[in-house]
């Protein structure tokens, strides 16, 4: 009897043996226009502060964020999305400064578009940078949110955003029916053509703890769990996912990526609209910290991390490492 030989027919390894044979087969492909770059503001002129949870990303006055939007076109990165940072000074219980004419994000807005109209304008849609209490919206006597109070003032905030000259409004803070209050005031104002991508599946997750210092909106009591989706929970994206898409979103998000690859996986499967996926603060900060102890290879991991998240669905990845994803796949 003739022994069986593991060589005799198939050999994935055959497949694999040559780069060019590699690259030909390979299923899933990033590119810079698969990145959109978050950019955190500062009042002030010539301020490119870095963010010590963050090594290598930076707080930008305005006249840096142009600059480095410059860059992020010239690599062909799809667009930026933008959150305001102000002095707590300035803050309130209600984060009006957040819908002023003249607020961070709103010239940023004007300047990105005259200067470089070939990138998509996302603005953040929340109120945790604005607000003293430090919660994304307006609470009541008891500390709880009061969602109707809040939808009020997220509508000012859309508009204030699409007068200024966003593509798209994304509202970051899980209140229900914010789609819909968003959707309804931009369409009352004319401002159709706007696009709204929601963070529809968000977790109240640990990963969060170096944004809170960029955007300087950590609470200043309790937490967000009753608004954040429980990480525990896989059937309730689901049902996130449908209520934003019947009220009328455009794009949905899952935040975080990297342990939700499930749930990014869950959505599109689910889904026929356009599927993103935020690497956030806490991700790229692991990423960054194991490098630099010599533990892992920057380059190798982090395109790793960001094919898995394309892999696992998403079309677009909102990523601080846009800017070192794109000059790597040059």
């Not at 087969?25 to 950019?39: G, N, T, V």
């Not at 933008?82 to 400064?97: I, Y």
């Not at 968000?202 to 200043?220: I, L, N, Q, V």
């Not at 449908?242 to 996986?265: C, F, N, S």
Request: glycine content about 6%; some cysteine.
């Amino acid at each position: 009897m003739t022994p069986f030989c593991s060589h005799s027919r198939h050999q994935p390894r055959r497949l694999r043996r040559h780069p060019a044979m590699r690259r030909m087969l390979r299923e899933y492909h990033l590119s810079p226009a698969d990145f959109l770059l978050p950019i955190f503001l500062v009042e002030g002129e010539g301020i490119r502060k870095e963010i010590s949870s963050m090594p290598g990303v930076f707080r930008h006055s305005i006249d840096s964020a142009l600059r480095f939007c410059g860059e992020a076109a010239a690599r062909g990165i799809s667009g930026v999305l933008l959150f305001g940072v102000v002095d707590s000074s300035r803050k309130d219980p209600r984060g009006s400064l957040s819908w002023a004419p003249e607020g961070l994000v709103q010239r940023a807005a004007r300047a990105i578009r005259e200067h470089h109209p070939e990138l998509l304008v996302i603005a953040d849609a929340c109120f945790c940078e604005y607000t003293s209490h430090g919660h994304c919206g307006v609470l009541d006597i008891h500390g709880d949110r009061d969602d109707s109070a809040t939808l009020e003032n997220l509508q000012l905030q859309a508009l204030s955003y699409a007068e200024a000259g966003v593509d798209i409004v994304a509202p970051s803070g899980m209140a229900d029916g914010m789609v819909m209050a968003i959707r309804e005031a931009l369409d009352s104002a004319r401002h159709e053509n706007v696009a709204v991508l929601s963070y529809a599946v968000k977790y109240a997750s640990a990963f969060y703890g170096p944004f809170r210092e960029a955007a300087d909106s950590t609470p200043g009591f309790g937490n967000r769990r009753g608004y954040q989706m429980d990480p525990a929970n896989r059937r309730e994206a689901f049902r996130e996912l449908q209520l934003d898409l019947e009220e009328g979103a455009d794009m949905v998000m899952v935040k975080p990526a990297a342990a939700y690859l499930d749930i990014i996986r869950d959505v599109r499967e689910r889904c026929d609209f356009p599927v993103l996926a935020y690497q956030v603060s806490g991700e790229y900060s692991m990423l960054q910290a194991a490098a630099q102890a010599g533990y892992l290879d920057l380059r190798d991991s982090v395109m790793e991390s960001l094919l898995a998240i394309r892999r696992a669905g998403a079309d677009a990845i909102i990523t601080y490492y846009a800017m070192e994803a794109a000059n790597w796949l040059d």
